[in-house]
């Protein structure tokens, strides 16, 4: 959460946000990680967004996963050590982010210090080459016994990590589109792969049409801004809000694809019946960027 002009935080919608994610099946969270903008946080900032969270899941019993890497070693061990104080379910850690672990012995080190701190509480390493650089495969490919890096690892398909028995999924796609994504993790865990692949690719194209607009993290929040009640505001620098008219472009490809927006009581736009396109796609874009002066990290979601 973080305001226009100094994007300090602002903790009071992760309530609403809990329980938003609650009600669409969603059923946990991981906070500080990489939609949630962890690695831009201060260590404080940190532990306060993730005791908002921790009060938030005691109501609506999700699990809670918090990112405790991508600091200094001391900050990591801090970390981990206030996630297991305040009742995480599980800890996810990023490797070292600048004298980057070259072997599997050096990763392994890394991670024991860090389940030192929280010897009570699950630990899994964050495997995100694409943001970290470490290619962790080799790695742990070469590591004497594998099973003893347990990690989270990307995959952008749900139906194919399905049919190889995937059943638990980090994916940040449930903050937009949590119907869409829940149906494709269903059907999928199912083993009705035909449908889970027709949902996937459903998802994959809505995905693509936000995400030629500008970075991750930032064509997410725009989307989230559409598509939702739920304010998620601006990222922090130097990652940058999209204009009026980017979100304008962005709405009229989301109504092509079948979505389509008012804007409710509280000035927040949302998906509803289509009423003058055109007229909407406008305001929807200026009304986004005066909507931006509050914001809320995102978490990604534990289906």
């Known amino acids: ?24 099946k969603v059923n946990g969270v991981l906070v500080n990680g990489t939609s949630g903008e962890g690695p831009s946080m201060s260590t404080s900032e940190r532990k306060l967004v993730a005791e908002a969270w921790a ?26 050590k206030h996630a297991e104080s305040i009742k995480a379910d599980s800890i996810l850690c990023l490797p070292e982010l600048y004298f980057k672990p070259s072997t599997s012995e050096q990763l392994k080190d890394y991670l024991r210090l860090v389940s030192s701190a929280a010897p009570n509480t699950p630990l899994l390493y964050y495997h995100i080459p694409m943001f970290t650089n470490v290619n962790g495969k080799p790695i742990i490919n070469n590591c004497d016994d594998p099973d003893s890096i347990p990690g989270d690892h990307t995959f952008q398909l749900m139906d194919a990590a399905c049919a190889i028995g995937m059943n638990s ?32 690719q459903r998802l994959t194209n809505v995905l693509t049409s936000i995400g030629k607009y500008g970075t991750f993290i930032e064509t997410m929040k725009a989307a989230m801004s559409l598509l939702t009640n739920i304010n998620p505001g601006p990222p922090r620098v130097p990652q940058q809000p999209l204009s009026a008219e980017t979100v304008a472009s962005m709405a009229k490809d989301l109504q092509n694809l079948g979505y ?33 002066a509050h914001a809320t990290t995102i978490p990604e979601f534990i289906n």
């Not at 999928?188 to 996937?200: M, P, W």
């Open 1 to 24: 959460m973080f305001n226009e002009i100094t994007r300090t935080l602002n903790l009071s919608v992760i309530p609403q946000y809990a329980n938003h994610l609650a009600n669409k």
């Open 55 to 80: 009060n938030a899941v005691r109501t609506t019993k999700q699990h809670l996963m918090i990112q405790v890497g991508g600091a200094s070693l001391p900050d990591v061990l801090e970390l981990a």
């Open 169 to 200: 999924f980090i994916i940040t796609s449930l903050s937009m589109f949590p119907e869409l994504t829940v149906e494709t993790f269903t059907a999928g865990n199912a083993g009705n792969l035909l449908k889970a692949r027709e949902t996937q």
């Open 260 to 292: 389509s927006f008012l804007p409710n009581l509280k000035g927040v736009w949302m998906a509803a019946p289509s009423i003058d396109k055109e007229r909407n796609n406008m305001q929807q874009g200026q009304r986004y960027q005066r909507h931006m």
